[in-house]
């Protein structure tokens, strides 16, 4: 699964007052659409803007991708997927700008609905009662039940809504409503009354009250991951996803990808998860000659599942050959993949140990990893 997120802030609300868009507005010490981006940090991010905000962007973007909408919200979403539509992206979730204290939980409730459904979203239950009114006056009440409030982030299967966007005419009020124009199923998550949009003064205090109570939650962890293979004979050797031609391969009982269970480890470890060997017993013989990718997925999806994003990664390989420096790139956009990170956000290097020990007489490579999640 590789996840990524379209901050929609192409809008021109100036209802919320400042004479700026809402979306730029500062808001606790940064504009509201920084505080959105953030929640998403650790996935792949772009940040769909008016053409005119380009530099209010640049300010905020933290390395997301900056893509200019267009003339409706239909037409920047799909801008935004345009510009996702090589990444190999699978899920995609779309979240508004002016929704600055979106909590890891609930983007965790809607990326887990996503494993089910081809769309979710989180909703809550109308509780006012409804009238209807005219010049002053009550003139009617409405039946609230069967009634809900949407909130983003809306979650799709990336293809599906990719498909659903090319197919719609005219502007929508939401994605689930081109969602559901295409036939797809949309399924509702407890929403949260803290994700509210920002559309009137006062809504920007009780935003920042929210924002306060999250920062003083503020929630760092870091792990370490340390594996080593041995040379038996071979071909080839699978290094951080990579496969890599040497005149021998490493013994193991899955695929042996030492620098991938090094990193594995560590994020098990950020989280005290245990280890891979607790995860994957290497005495159950459903993991023999197994891609160790299902190992470092299911890492990265845990600690999403516990509210954490991954926010870098690096991985050091200890050996004499083969030579890492010519396949580092594809290393580090392998392990980004799977782990649904920016590339920029992982590292892959190498070291010998001066002929020394067991890496200097080349019986074996080790791996050393660490990685650093952060609480949305
Ligand atoms: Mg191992």
């Known amino acids: 699964m590789t996840t990524a997120a379209i901050i ?23 504009p509201v659409a920084g505080h959105a981006l953030a929640a998403f940090a650790g996935m792949a991010r772009v940040l769909v803007i008016h053409p005119d905000d380009r530099a209010l962007a640049e300010s905020v973007a933290d390395g997301a991708r900056i893509v200019e909408g267009g003339a409706t919200r239909a037409a ?27 909590s890891a939980d609930l983007i965790a409730r809607v990326l887990t609905a996503l494993d089910h459904a081809q769309g979710a979203a989180p909703a809550l239950p109308v509780t006012d009662a409804l009238w209807t009114g005219a010049e002053g006056r009550v003139t009617g009440t ?46 509702m998550v407890p929403g949260d009354e803290a994700n509210q949009k920002l559309t009137f003064p006062g809504d920007f205090l009780r935003a920042e009250q929210a924002l306060q109570k999250t920062g003083a ?3 760092v962890r870091m ?57 994957f017993p290497p005495s159950d013989p459903q993991w023999k000659g197994a891609d160790s990718q299902i190992f470092l997925k299911h890492a990265a999806d845990l600690a999403r599942s516990r509210g954490f994003a991954i926010t870098s990664a690096d991985v050091t390989l200890v050996c004499e050959r083969p030579k890492i420096g010519p396949h580092a790139a594809a290393m580090r956009q392998a392990l980004a993949a799977i782990m649904g990170m920016e590339v920029d956000r992982v590292s892959v290097k190498a070291t010998t140990s001066e002929r020394l020990g067991f890496t200097g007489r080349e019986e074996g490579i080790a791996a050393l990893a660490t990685a650093v999640l952060v609480a949305r």
């Open 76 to 102: 920047s979403v799909r801008a935004a997927l345009e510009a996702l539509s090589d990444q190999g992206i699978t899920k995609v979730l779309i979240h508004d700008a002016a929704r600055p204290a979106v």
């Open 217 to 219: 939650r503020m929630d």
């Open 142 to 187: 409405r039946d609230r039940s069967g009634l809900f409030r949407a909130q983003t982030p809306q979650g799709f299967d990336f293809d599906a809504i990719l498909k659903a966007h090319r197919a719609h005419q005219g502007d929508a009020a939401d994605d689930v409503e081109v969602a559901r124009a295409a036939g797809l199923t949309v399924v």
């Open 223 to 279: 792990g370490n991951g340390y594996d080593v293979h041995a040379f038996c004979e071979g071909d080839a050797v699978w290094l951080c996803g990579v496969k890599v031609p040497h005149g021998k391969a490493l013994l193991g009982h899955s695929d042996a990808d030492v620098g991938m269970h090094a990193l594995t480890d560590a994020i098990y470890g950020a989280l005290a998860a245990g280890d891979i060997g607790q995860h």
């Open 8 to 30: 929609v802030a192409a809008g021109r609300g100036l209802r919320a007052g400042g004479g700026l868009a809402k979306q730029w507005r500062a808001l606790a010490g940064q």
